[in-house]
């Protein structure tokens, strides 16, 4: 799934008060975590993930595999945190064309 511009511009903007709904630990991307993703993605659409991975490219290459894993897009990073969309099965969101 592709996101234009405005539409990306319009979910920085609706992620922008959100807290981050999951935080991954000290054992990284588990199945647990991934679980949560999908489960959180299919409830709210827009989640923000809290990576405290200090290695950057590390931490890219978690967000490369979250992104691959849920069928997600990547909004944003800002800092350790990944704002990530999925249009639910029944979506609540409706994007901007």
Same mark, same amino acid.
């Given at each position: 799934m592709q ?7 319009? +979910? ?5 008060? @959100?807290?981050?709904?999951? &935080? ?6 588990? $199945?647990?975590? +991934? ?5 959180? @993605?299919?409830?709210?659409? &827009? ?6 991975? $200090? ?21 944003q990073v ?20």
């Amino acid at each position: 799934m592709q996101l234009s511009n405005k539409q990306k511009q319009f +979910l920085k903007g609706l992620a922008h008060p @959100l807290k981050p709904v999951v &935080l991954l630990g000290g054992n990284g991307l588990t $199945e647990g975590v +991934l679980a949560e993703i999908e489960l959180a @993605l299919e409830h709210h659409e &827009l989640i923000k993930i809290k990576v405290p991975e $200090e290695d950057r490219e590390m931490r890219q290459a978690i967000y490369d595999a979250i992104v691959r894993e849920t069928a997600g897009v990547q909004v944003q990073v800002i800092g350790k945190t990944l704002v990530l969309y999925r249009p639910a099965r029944e979506p609540k969101m409706k994007l901007p064309k």
